[in-house]
């Protein structure tokens, strides 16, 4: 029986390792007392949703090919509802002005606020690696942050889609802990 439960316990373990080899890593994750999945899914349901990239995390590969190749990663990784990640910018600045900030390769000291304040700045870049900060803004505001990384080889590479996959829950999560309730924050 001892050997038994040891066999399962190697095969589990070989079975699981492509697994966790493929899969991405979400980091720390940052909600705002402010934060409300019911305000994104006003902002983004059957509309367009901008997504603001920085930096490139493939340099060798050029910037408007790389952005070209994530948006579809992005679409068909998105959130439940129906939404469309976009790049373009609204012809008029909407009130709440509700968009998804993606930094590559950020600088370790680099704060979300200052994201959703336009700052850019980048760190160095890790060959093999997609690594990209995630921020939520409202205006200037920071609703969700995390950060997220993958070995990755290009930017048609499937686990990019896994990692917006996870980091889509992340960011935007729907979470009952997160909701207001009657005013009273619960976190």
Known sequence: MRYAKRIAAAVAAVI???A?????????????????????????????????IQGNPFPNVPFDEVAQALLPAMQAAKPRHNLTFTYSKPSEDPRPYYRL??????????RADAVCQSVKRSG??????????AVYCRND????????WTPATGPDD???????REL???????????RPQNGFDRR
């Open 101 to 110: 900030e993606l930094v590559f390769d950020y600088a370790n000291d680099l």
């Open 168 to 178: 889509f829950m992340v960011v935007f999560s729907d979470s009952m802990a997160l």
């Open 16 to 18: 699981a390792v492509p």
């Open 20 to 52: 966790i080899a493929c899969a991405a890593t979400i980091g720390g994750v940052w909600y705002a007392p402010q934060y409300d999945y019911t305000d994104f899914w006003v902002a983004a349901d059957n509309k367009p949703f901008q997504v603001v």
């Open 141 to 148: 505001m920071t609703m969700s942050t995390t950060t997220a």
């Open 124 to 133: 160095p870049s890790t060959p093999g690696v997609f690594k990209v900060f």
């Open 158 to 164: 499937p686990r990019i889609q896994q990692l917006f």
